[in-house]
């Protein structure tokens, strides 16, 4: 039975959703867009990047910032990252954190999670619209399969906060499309451009503004997953380890991180296109022009944002 099934979508069409007219995206390498190279002449792009490229066609003066930072914990995250975003009180912001701190197997998960819900309650107490991203599934992945319980220990830890907080949950464990290796790059640690838009594309089909109907994002693939012969699969393991596995590993004996010394992509809260592009929009969406360009052909008010364990909106916060 699919996720579809056991959560249908609710039949009466909703009102259209509030608009979104600034954004900040928070976290370490996948908010960064590593290995999306889709970007002009070939810069990281990402989830978060193509979701603002998305609401960026539907509110004109929509202004977004992007302080993902690969390597970054929970620390940096919750310090530097979330100080900046409360000077700003964007309109939504999404969180990604924690997954740097998971895979050190000497930090403890409890308290992390009340590390995390200090800095998400700092973000709900200000007023913003808050979306968790949940960790996803590794038990495919060599090596990493051996954190996959510490990573579903705190993804949980996450809903359990989103519950407790009133915040909406993206759960990336039960995308199913992200369990497919052609979602995610050679490296297995870092989404590819699929990936990253499986994962926007889940984001903004919650937040009520769909890039197009669910199976973009609950079945994206037309054909099933090319599967190696055993031998070609250990030879092709061995190859990641060299080129990917024990880098990584090395940076983590020397307390060393990829993202060191490194600054955001797009450090300010600006408008994400110039001023002609702002009029352009503007004059579409007057001339009732501009949902068709926006949805390619999927109109939201005909169908309800999917309501399923990948992404789900929490109670009302208490006060």
Do not use: C
Not at 134 to 159: C, E, K, N, Q
Request: no cysteine; glycine share 10%; net charge neutral.
């Amino acid at each position: 039975m699919t996720d579809l099934e056991t959560n249908p979508p609710v039949a009466a069409p909703p009102s259209r959703p509030d608009p979104i007219r600034s954004y900040v995206a928070i976290g370490d390498s996948l908010t960064e867009g590593m290995e999306d190279d889709s970007g002009p002449d070939g810069a990281y792009r990402g989830f978060a990047d193509r979701l603002a490229e998305h609401l960026g066609t539907v509110t004109p003066d929509f202004r977004y910032a992007n302080l993902g930072v690969r390597g970054r914990r929970m620390r940096h995250i919750f310090g530097e990252q979330l100080d900046q975003t409360l000077d700003w009180k964007p309109d939504l912001v999404t969180v990604l954190a924690g997954g740097n701190d998971v895979l050190r197997p000497g930090n403890d998960l409890d308290r992390l999670a009340e590390q995390f819900e200090w800095g998400i309650r700092q973000l709900r107490d200000a007023g913003i619209r808050v979306v968790i991203l949940s960790g996803h599934d590794t038990g495919w992945i060599p090596v990493l399969r051996y954190y996959r319980g510490r990573i579903a220990v705190f993804s949980m830890h996450m809903r359990a906060v989103a519950e407790r907080t009133g915040t909406e949950v993206v759960d990336l464990w039960a995308l199913n499309a992200l369990t497919d290796s052609r979602a995610w790059s050679e490296d297995r640690l870092h989404l590819n451009g699929a990936g990253h838009q499986i994962v926007a594309a889940r984001i903004a089909d919650l937040l009520g503004f769909p890039m197009g109907p669910p199976e973009s994002w609950t079945d994206p693939w037309t054909t099933p997953p090319r599967q190696l012969p055993r031998i070609l699969r250990r030879r092709e393991n061995r190859r990641w380890a060299r080129q990917y596995l024990v880098p990584w590993l090395r940076r983590r004996a020397l307390g060393r991180s990829s993202g060191d010394g490194r600054l955001p992509r797009r450090p300010r809260l600006d408008y994400l296109h110039d001023e002609a592009t702002r009029a352009e929009i503007a004059r579409r969406i007057e001339e009732g022009r501009a949902y068709e360009a926006t949805y390619n052909g999927f109109d939201p008010a005909e169908s309800t944002p999917v309501s399923s364990p990948s992404g789900t909106r929490g109670p009302e916060p208490v006060d």
